[in-house]
């Protein structure tokens, strides 16, 4: 059974940092391409934030180009998002996604950056 499970969202200032997890299991994380989305308040379209290939490379939105960084864990079987210099518009639910079959979406974590 394939299964995502984010967490290490929380409340932070402008400016701070966060790392948020994306545990999967269930299928090859390895062989994997994976993704971070941004739903923002209110909003009901999830926005494409990072990627992270099996090969290691990794894609940004340029909106959080040089502030966010993905990774991946293989032997652990998890995905990372390091969030640094959190700005206002980073506020939302962050998911997971897997490329893996139909796609694979996590339940999110909620990130709240305040000024």
């Known amino acids: 059974q394939v299964r995502l499970v984010e967490s290490g969202g929380g409340l932070v200032q402008v400016g701070e940092s966060l790392r948020l997890s994306c545990a999967v299991s269930g299928f090859n994380l390895r062989n994997t391409s994976m993704k971070w989305y941004l739903q923002g308040p209110g909003g009901i379209e999830r926005d494409w934030v990072a990627s992270s290939e099996p090969d290691g490379r990794t894609y940004y939105a340029d909106s959080v180009k040089g502030r966010f960084t993905v990774s991946r864990d293989n032997y652990k079987d998890t995905m990372y998002l390091q969030i640094d210099s959190a700005q206002l518009q980073d506020t939302g639910l962050y998911y997971c996604?897997?490329?893996?079959?139909?796609?694979?979406w996590g339940q999110g974590t909620q990130v709240t950056v305040s000024s």
């Open positions: 996604f897997a490329v893996h079959g139909w796609g694979y």
